[in-house]
């Protein structure tokens, strides 16, 4: 099995909302991660072709999702001002830190807050509605420096001859082609659409950039070395057995209930997926030999031995 590589930039064209399972009972607050699971890609993607190339009914998204799966795989995408990508990872004495600066000044740079209301027929405010929402912006802010556009970088790995429901995916002109139309261009990623959120373009990915992700995770995605610096760059499950410097979480979240395809767009979100107990991003494992993992198509890393 061979597989096409492709480093990939967006340039965020608004806010992004990445939100995220289990949530407190009873918030108001709704955080963000500060970086895109493979999976939020593939259900970008996946929203943005099938009207492309179909009616859009619900079994025909649930049929091109399937596809993509089978054919694409995913990293997890992370910010970036365009010369350097800011990953996570945890340090013993400086706790959390992203690409190289600490978690503080990363969320002051990256990210901000509105709080919102629904206005009732009244005019007035609805009781209990009043909630607050995180996001990261889509230009990066710092004291004493000019605010620049704020990036997201990953890699997306195509296997070769790959077809969409019979149709033949072409990777060139650093994208991804399917019947002449570039399906990656311009996509809506995250949550909290309504608001304008999670719109991203795809803008031609730098050299420095693109051996960056490339010394991240590789050529191929089933074979994930951990041999340097042990940094997981994906949710991973959880081993009882193992040390590590880091979080643990449980991976969960809300989607269409799969015995849904016959029928139109309904329950949305009432179907909620566990992946259990998993190390998150930026997690260093105390390992002593070379681990190889593997990665499934939404970028989340697996055992693979």
């Known amino acids: 099995m061979t597989w096409q590589h492709l480093p990939l930039c ?9 939100g995220f399972l289990p949530n407190q009972p009873g918030t108001v607050f709704a955080p963000t991660r500060c970086y895109v699971p493979g999976k939020n890609l593939w259900g970008a993607l996946t929203a943005s072709l099938t009207p492309r190339i179909f009616d859009g009914t619900a079994k025909q998204f649930q049929q091109v999702g399937d596809e993509i799966k089978k054919q694409f795989t995913f990293s997890y995408f992370y910010l970036s001002d365009g010369k350097r990508i800011f990953t996570p990872a945890y340090a013993t004495e400086a706790g959390l830190n992203w690409g190289g600066i600490s978690d503080q000044e990363f969320r002051t740079c990256f990210l901000a807050s509105r709080v919102s209301t629904r206005i009732g027929e009244t005019g007035s405010a609805k009781d209990q509605t009043l909630h607050e929402i995180e996001f990261i912006r889509h230009d990066i802010s710092s004291p004493g420096k000019q605010g620049k556009k704020a990036l997201l970088v990953g890699m997306v790995w195509v296997r070769s001859n790959a077809k969409i429901l019979d149709k033949p995916v072409e990777v060139r002109d650093g994208s991804i082609f399917i019947e002449k139309i570039d399906i990656l261009r311009e996509i809506v990623v995250g949550g909290e659409r309504n608001y304008g959120f999670g719109r991203v373009k795809r803008i031609a990915c730098s050299d420095v950039l693109a051996q960056e992700l490339e010394k991240f995770w590789g ?3 089933g074979a994930i070395s951990l041999k340097d610096s042990k940094v997981l760059l994906g949710h991973l499950p959880y081993r009882t057995d193992l040390m590590f410097l880091g979080d643990i979480e449980i991976l969960a979240g809300r989607e269409y209930p799969r015995d849904n395809a ?6 949305t979100g009432k179907h ?3 992946s259990g107990y998993c190390f998150v991003p930026g997690t260093k494992l105390q390992t002593e030999d070379d681990q190889l993992l593997g990665l499934n198509a939404w970028g989340q890393l697996c055992w693979t031995g």
Not at 10 to 18: D, N, Q, V
Not at 262 to 267: G, H, L, P, Y
């Open 272 to 274: 909620i997926s566990n």
């Open 262 to 267: 016959t029928v139109e767009f309904i329950n």
């Open 10 to 18: 967006f340039e965020l064209l608004s806010p992004l909302h990445i």
């Open 219 to 221: 050529f191929n995605p």
